[in-house]
């Protein structure tokens, strides 16, 4: 049996609504009253912050660690999901926004049957999927028992040791200004992790905001990661949202998917670690 790809292309949404099974989620971080406005027929809102994450000290687990099993486990029941549940996740940032670390957060507890709008709400509205403003209700369902992020995750200290060694890469997926330490519109200090490449999310894209072909994404990223066994691959950005718009599209050029360092520059940058800044 052919596995599901992990996106989903606009013109093939028609027929979810025949499907008693689907579940679509929109994902987009501070998007509520846009949400609320407007959003795809049937589909629940899942907040980044209160769903998607926990709330602790950002020196320890950066902006948006991952939430208990316990917790995630109940926004799931919340959004009427089951194991059996065909989930679609859109948001409005082509995936870049936390669709894809919802993507990221159902594969690493299992759930196979899932996937991402290709561009987003932007293209599921232009291709003509209907939308709405009303309350959506879900389905009442019983507990998603989660055990496990059966995912590969890293942390700050492996991050430490292996970032400047030629065995591995550690992949900051975020902008190039960013990177460089020349603006940083969140964190309290600009700059990177020493050892760290340069790999901005948005390269994942076309002119038109969707994900290029995975033949493309395949032979980006086999080339820049020609010289790294996939176990020693590492992948952040500033705290583990847009890094999983890397790991979906790697996942999509069929490539193994990395480590996710959920922690990434948030944490990073609040830890009195060695950092790279502007000259």
């Not at 975020?174 to 390269?203: Q, S």
């Not at 020693?232 to 490539?255: E, F, K, P, Q, W």
Request: proline share 5%; hydrophobic share 40%.
């Amino acid at each position: 049996m052919k596995s599901l790809s992990p996106i989903i292309k606009p013109e093939e949404l028609t027929w979810l609504n025949q499907d008693d099974e689907i579940v679509i989620i929109d994902a987009s971080a501070g998007s509520k009253p846009r949400y609320d406005e407007q959003h795809l027929a049937g589909a629940l809102f899942a907040d980044v912050n209160s769903d998607l994450a926990n709330i602790g000290d950002f020196a320890i687990g950066g902006r948006h660690p991952l939430p208990t099993s316990e917790q995630f486990s109940s926004v799931l029941q919340k959004l009427g999901v089951t194991k059996h549940s065909h989930v679609i996740v859109y948001d409005d940032k082509n995936g870049g926004n936390a669709a894809a670390r919802l993507w990221w957060m159902l594969r690493a507890i299992g759930h196979e049957k899932v996937q991402v709008i290709d561009g987003g709400f932007q293209a599921a509205v232009k291709a003509g999927f209907p939308t709405t403003d009303k309350v959506e209700i879900p389905k009442s369902v019983e507990k998603y028992e989660i055990t496990v992020w059966n995912l590969p995750l890293s942390d700050i200290n492996e991050v430490e040791q292996v970032a400047k060694t030629d065995d591995y890469i550690v992949i900051d997926v975020r902008d190039a200004n960013r990177f460089a330490g020349l603006t940083e519109p969140i964190d309290l200090i600009a700059g990177h992790i020493p050892g760290a490449a340069n790999i901005p999310y948005t390269e994942n894209l076309d002119a038109n905001g969707t994900f290029l072909s995975p033949e493309i994404l395949k032979e980006k990223y086999e080339e820049a990661l020609a010289h790294v066994k996939p176990e020693n691959v590492i992948v952040h950005c500033g705290s583990g949202i847009t890094a999983c718009h890397t790991l979906l599209a790697m996942d999509y050029a069929g490539l193994p998917i990395p480590k996710l360092y959920v922690g990434s520059w948030s944490e990073w940058s609040r830890s009195n670690k060695e950092m790279v800044l502007a000259n």
